[in-house]
C-alpha cells in the first residue's frame, strides 16, 4: 500500500500489511475509516480507496487544524518546568529575527 491510491482503487489488506510491516488488524482499521467515510467498504468486494477532490481536502484541513490545536492544548496542560525553559531561548531567537528583518515604517514613504 502506498500513500497514493488511485480513487475507486482496491485496498488489499494482505498487501497492505506486509508493505507497512503492521502487526495490528488492518481488516478493523479500515472498517472504522469505512464508518468515517475515507474508505469505502462493500460486502464481498472490500475496501476501496476514495477519491481526494476538493470537498474532501477541505474536510481533512478543518480537521487538521482541529487536531493540531487539540495537541497544542494538550501540550501546554502537561509541559514541564524544564520543556518552557528549553523553548525560552528559540522563542527570543525568533523574536530578535523578526524585529531584525522586519522593515522600517519611514522608509515606506507616505502612503496618502
Known amino acids: 500500500m502506498s500513500l497514493i491510491c488511485a480513487g475507486g482503487s482496491c485496498l488489499r489488506i494482505s498487501r497492505g500489511r506486509s508493505?507497512?510491516?503492521l502487526r495490528s488488524p488492518l481488516r478493523e482499521v479500515l472498517h472504522r475509516r469505512a464508518g468515517d467515510g475515507y474508505?469505502?467498504?462493500e460486502k464481498n468486494r472490500?475496501?476501496?480507496?476514495?477519491s481526494m477532490d476538493?470537498?474532501?481536502m477541505r474536510v481533512c484541513f478543518q480537521t487538521a487544524s482541529l487536531v493540531f490545536?487539540?495537541?497544542a492544548k494538550q501540550a501546554?496542560?502537561?509541559r514541564t518546568?524544564?520543556?518552557?525553559a528549553d523553548l525560552k531561548e528559540p522563542q527570543g531567537e525568533f523574536a530578535r529575527a523578526i524585529a531584525r528583518d522586519?522593515?522600517?515604517p519611514a522608509a515606506w514613504g507616505s502612503v496618502a
Not at 472490500?46 to 476514495?50: D, E, I, K, P, Y
Open 81 to 84: 518546568s524544564r520543556q518552557v
Open 46 to 50: 472490500g475496501t476501496t480507496a476514495v
Open 76 to 78: 501546554a496542560e502537561n
Open 19 to 21: 508493505s507497512l510491516g
Open 39 to 41: 474508505v469505502p467498504f
Open 69 to 71: 490545536s487539540s495537541i
Open 102 to 104: 522586519r522593515p522600517d
Open 54 to 56: 476538493l470537498s474532501m
